[in-house]
Each structure stands twice: as structure tokens, then as C-alpha cells.
T-cell receptor
Framework: GDSVTQMEGPVTLSEEAFLTINCTYT??????LFWYVQYPGEGLQLLLK?????DKGSNKGFEATYRKETTSFHLEKGSVQVSDSAVYFC????????FGAGTRLTVKP | NAGVTQTPKFQVLKTGQSMTLQCAQD?????MYWYRQDPGMGLRLIYY???????DKGEVPNGYNVSRLNKREFSLRLESAAPSQTSVYFC??????????????FGPGTRLTVT
């Protein structure tokens, strides 16, 4: 069945460092792809999305490009802040939504 | 708009007790979902309701029942709680009309501990 594999954490970075969180997927159809973020004690919030190959989703300085040839949707940010500390989930949707296990990011001042 | 709301935020139950988790959305979405989140396992779908009046099992339905009370409300019931049901429970909703990406919108979660 459809599935998402994302980079295991935790990831610890210093402020202003470059962030990459890897995400690859397996799907029989043409999924929509998402990154969600979960701040401590809160529910998941949609961070960005892409609906077709080569689409780039972006929000709050984060970006991810839908790569059909490598079945990937890696999350990147050029300069992380302490406030970006959270758990990040990659997800795909075909008939239903499938989530990765989550990657915890901690950014230190 | 409040979005998706859940009650209670926290609950402690003894093994064998029952309880109902409440969820409501004010976005006029037709689909609603219940997930559980356990460490290292991401989110697992318990039940979903594609539209008012319908419910279907997800990946981990055993030990749970649901009711889609109306378009706004979707409740999750634990009839006889077990320690394995200790988890954080999230409700979500989605608008499946049109040709959108059908992203889901989440509530703040209920942290349940069963002793």
C-alpha cells in the first residue's frame, strides 16, 4: 500500500543552520504531498503542500519540491530559528492520507 | 472560525472505564477523522466519516466506536479502556469537494492515560 518514509530524528541544529528533512514515498497513483508541523502540546498544522510533479510548496521560509522521478518531497529551510523547533510530518494522499513517523527538530540558540 | 475543537484536553481513566471524546468543526467539511499518535509511529487512523451518516474503520479500529452526530460533530468512544489505549488522540476534518489537495485540518488533541 501507499506509504511515507521520512528521515528519523531527532535533528539538532544551531540557529541559522540549513535544514533538510528527507521524505520519500511509495504510491500506486499520483498523490498529493504535504508537510505538517506539530509544535509542543498542539495539533498538526499544514506547513506546505504540492499536488503534482515539479510543484514547489513553500511557506514561512520552508520549501519542498515534488520529485516524481525520485519519489521524494524533501523539506528544506535556509536558516532555521529557535521557533522552528517542532516535529515535522511528511504525508501523502491518494485515496486516504498516510503520514510518516515524524522528525523532531530542535534548534539551539 | 474556531476550526477543529476537541474535548477534553486531558483525561485519566482506570482500566475498564468508558469515555467519549468529542470533536467539532466549523468549516463545513464533509469528512472527519480520528487518529491516535504514539511515539515513533506517526499518526494511525482509527475511524473516519467520509460524509454525514457514514463511518468506516481505519487502520486500528479495535476497542473504539464512533458516531457522526451531524455534519459538525464526530465522537470517539472507548467502551472499556485498556492501558494500550494510552495515547494522544487527534480529530481532523477535510473538504473532499472539488479538485483540491484535500489537506486535513487538525484539532489540538486529547491526551489520554489509562492506568
Amino acid at each position: 500500500g501507499d506509504s511515507v518514509t521520512q528521515m528519523e530524528g531527532p535533528v539538532t541544529l544551531s540557529e541559522e543552520a540549513f535544514l533538510t528533512i528527507n521524505c520519500t514515498y511509495t504510491a500506486t497513483g499520483y498523490p498529493s504531498l504535504f508537510w505538517y508541523v506539530q509544535y509542543p502540546g498542539e495539533g498538526l498544522q499544514l506547513l506546505l503542500k504540492a499536488t503534482k510533479a515539479d510543484d514547489k510548496g513553500s511557506n514561512k521560509g520552508f520549501e519542498a519540491t515534488y520529485r516524481k522521478e525520485t519519489t521524494s518531497f524533501h523539506l528544506e529551510k535556509g536558516s532555521v530559528q529557535v521557533s522552528d523547533s517542532a516535529v515535522y510530518f511528511c504525508a501523502l494522499r491518494t485515496d486516504d492520507m498516510r503520514f510518516g513517523a515524524g522528525t523532531r527538530l530542535t534548534v539551539k540558540p | 472560525n474556531a476550526g477543529v475543537t476537541q474535548t477534553p484536553k486531558f483525561q485519566v481513566l482506570k482500566t475498564g472505564q468508558s469515555m467519549t471524546l468529542q470533536c467539532a468543526q466549523d468549516m463545513n467539511h464533509n469528512s472527519m477523522y480520528w487518529y491516535r499518535q504514539d511515539p515513533g509511529m506517526g499518526l494511525r487512523l482509527i475511524y473516519y466519516s467520509a460524509s454525514e451518516g457514514t463511518t468506516d474503520k481505519g487502520e486500528v479500529p479495535n476497542g473504539y466506536n464512533v458516531s457522526r452526530l451531524n455534519k459538525r460533530e464526530f465522537s470517539l468512544r472507548l467502551e472499556s479502556a485498556a492501558p494500550s489505549q494510552t495515547s494522544v488522540y487527534f480529530c481532523a476534518s477535510s473538504d473532499l469537494r472539488g479538485t483540491g489537495a484535500y489537506e486535513q485540518y487538525f484539532g489540538p488533541g486529547t491526551r489520554l492515560t489509562v492506568t
